[in-house]
């Protein structure tokens, strides 16, 4: 069963984020994915970021959340009456020179520009934290 709690981590470095090409569909997104039963959401933000890029990098709660309601064709993956999700968005800042060593989940990634990164991300919920959050940690909108 898939969970209802998630992370977003924003990993930037100087003026550029971090994008992640997911392999099974192609669909462009930070580092993210569901919190595990009995962990913290800062718990699975570092997780996640070690997971999906190799990076040990301290994570910064942004204290932002989101929800969305899980479309009808995918709602058999969820347990019962399960069918909202909370996402916690995380920032993380990677190092000078350092790059991702990507995990099975991923195929490609790319630094981007706010701007390149508001156009490339596939998830309306994930576009609006980046534009909530960038001010926040730095960037011009």
């Known amino acids: 069963m898939r969970k209802n709690r998630e992370v977003a981590v924003f990993v930037y470095r100087g003026d550029q984020f ?17 919190v595990e039963d009995g962990e913290s959401f ?15 990098s301290p994570v910064v709660d942004l204290d932002f959340e989101q ?11 969820y347990a019962p009456g399960a069918y909202t ?3 916690a968005a995380f920032a993380a800042e990677a ?10 989940e991923h195929d490609d990634y790319r630094w981007c520009s706010l701007g390149n990164a508001l ?11 980046l534009r909530v959050l960038a001010p926040r940690i730095g960037f011009a909108r």
């Open 18 to 34: 971090l994008l992640t090409r997911r392999a099974h569909d192609g669909k462009w997104n930070v580092v993210a994915g569901q």
């Open 85 to 87: 999700v909370t996402i």
């Open 95 to 104: 190092p000078p020179g350092w790059e991702p060593v990507l995990n099975h």
């Open 119 to 129: 156009g490339l991300l596939y998830w309306p919920e994930m576009k609006e934290a």
């Open 42 to 56: 800062a718990a699975a933000a570092a997780r996640e970021l070690a997971e999906e890029a190799q990076l040990d």
């Open 67 to 77: 929800s969305y309601n899980v479309d009808e064709e995918f709602r058999a993956l």
